[in-house]
DNA sequence: TCGCGTCCATACCGTCAGGGTATGGCGTGA
DNA sequence: TCACGCCATACCCTGACGGTATGGACGCGA
């Protein structure tokens, strides 16, 4: 039980920092200086963690080193912990203010209406805690939640929801988006096919293979060889579509809020919708969370009711998911 | 950006460790026994966490200390992240096998048929991982798949599933189990409220607020003076209910296997249905996983269909939870 | 009320892990 | 073939962490 190790000791906050820097460069040096830190100890210590684990993470070829199969597997493991980490200090600091504070996120443009109007219904509420906003960019509401910066957060579901526990709220079609003089633009109505092998942009904080997000499937086995321009929220990504560089998938209010003369927006047969959902940590027990993500249901749902006249494709269905909040709520 | 201190090095999977002991065991002293160091050092590194993050985490009065609201959410975060960490050391060292190895776990006499038949239908796949069955006791599951032990299990809902995913495979009413000389035995059919109060079993491994998984509901507000019985498994639960120190909520087929004189089963209205769930950690990217799963609900359905005599409120509806396990599966 | 036991905090000390600098080896590309 | 880039080894030093000894506060029982 010493020989092959213990599971308790091996591993360490400060080592899947250091195996995250190195894996995610895959060059020791320019991890150690990533990290602050020379490189000698930075080898030392990754060749320590392979000794501890027993197992074999780096294939040193002269050049680079490449994670191997286990490394990739840890490196998905040091993410995770590393954002658990962060999330633990976050949120004790949090749970440590004189008032309770609910911080809450969405990418602008998309979802920050829906947002402020939940916050004014939730602050209405008897025994509501401070509602702080966060403003972020596009992919970025994932990581905000999952790290502690945020509690709860609006995002597009796909998008980079792992790990979280969702309830969407509202769900709308979307259209493509095209460079006006694009040979596209003449159809009327365009289906997924047409737009395999597009240039669509690219998200830089989100992993490569989430960016099927715009493209409504999955872009990883593609050699997808045109350039993809990076953006960072809605007026960077039209932007970058009138000037040529990108189509995108987008929702249609979106489209609607952006109507120009360079962009020409249609609609795709056989996309998927979009889906608006709440997201937060799966399994919080914070009461406060838990009554927020409960307005934001209502809110959304009484906006569906109330604007009846929209077509019901556009209601998001209620999920059988059976884990909600699971605190009960009594404060 | 120094006094409040930064978020990057405030917290260690051993501060975490050293905390979360002192949290549960409400003593120092004891505590340090458990970690197996003086208690001294254990005293200093508390106090130094709590400088480090800048919040107090202990009400120290003499006689015993307590955690503080941040202190409790600081215990529940160093859970999530001790869980982290040991499931990063033991996957990556199961990923460092030669040959893949999917370990699956379930309960003993409710899930096990259901999982044998799943790991064969899945061996007899083209490029199945060798599977693994770990068998374990009553609320282990959700823990095993946390922690890393296993990678798939077969678990009730609500159980203790918190930042699994999971979808739902079979669903089955739930009887009350009571001792054969219960006043209660003498009606036909109950209701939960007749329950109420009624010292149903304690699961040891699962945390207090779980327990409402054996009597339907939340057993938090109440005052539970009725002593406990500790169960870990179905036949321990069944002796239980015929000493008469306990009543349960259990699966219907389970009592069906259990026919005994000391024991009355009892239908109860109101008493949510039990599912019986596949779970995985959330958001993995393992090949072998999703196939794995995907092979449970193609079991699980195949049997319900075939079976088809069998009342249709006993089909779990497929779950609408957008994320599945993401991985492309061409391998 | 006194004394004892329990429990946490402080003081002091030794060890070793972890980081820094210097340097060597190796392969690649010009 | 030379120079550069990159990783590994050798060696030193600092400081963090753990142990022992001890003090102080509070509660309880005689």
Request: net charge neutral; proline share 8%; glycine share 8%.
């Amino acid at each position: 039980m010493d020989a092959t190790g213990g599971i308790d000791g091996v591993l360490d906050v400060r080592d899947l920092r250091y195996f995250r820097a190195v894996a995610e460069e895959r060059n020791i040096t320019r991890a150690a200086e990533r990290l602050g830190i020379a490189q000698p100890p930075l080898s030392r210590a990754i060749r320590q963690l392979e000794r501890r684990l027993g197992v074999s993470l780096l294939d040193r070829s002269t050049r680079q080193v490449t994670p191997t199969a286990a490394g990739l597997v840890l490196l998905e493991e040091a993410v995770r912990v590393l954002d658990a980490v962060s999330a633990a200090a976050h949120r004790t600091r949090r749970a440590a203010l004189a008032a309770p504070v609910v911080v809450v996120t969405a990418k602008p443009g998309v979802a920050t209406d829906l947002l402020r109007r939940t916050a004014r219904a939730y602050a209405a509420e008897p025994g509501a805690a401070r509602v702080e906003i966060l403003v972020s960019g596009y992919g970025e509401q994932g990581g905000l939640v999952r790290d502690g910066r945020a509690d709860v957060a609006l995002l597009g579901t796909g998008e980079d929801d792992h790990g979280l526990d969702l309830e969407p709220l509202t769900s709308e079609p979307r259209v493509a988006a095209l460079p006006a003089g694009h040979p596209l633009a003449d159809r009327s109505v365009l289906s997924c096919r047409d737009l395999a092998g597009l240039p669509f942009p690219h998200c830089p904080v989100l992993p490569p293979h989430a960016d099927d997000y715009w493209s409504g499937r999955d872009v990883r086995d593609e050699a997808v060889a045109a350039p993809r321009p990076v953006v960072r929220d809605s007026s960077q990504l039209l932007e970058a579509v009138a000037l040529g560089q990108a189509v995108a998938l987008i929702p249609a209010s979106l489209a609607e809020r952006n109507r120009r003369d360079d962009i020409a927006y249609r609609p795709v047969r056989d996309a998927g919708p979009y889906t608006l959902a709440i997201a937060w940590t799966s399994g919080s027990r914070s009461p406060a969370i838990a009554r927020f993500v409960r307005t934001a249901i209502e809110v959304a749902s009484h906006e569906r009711t109330s604007r009846a006249a929209g077509p019901p494709s556009h209601a998001a269905e209620p999920s059988s998911r059976v884990a909600g909040p699971v605190a009960s709520d009594q404060g």
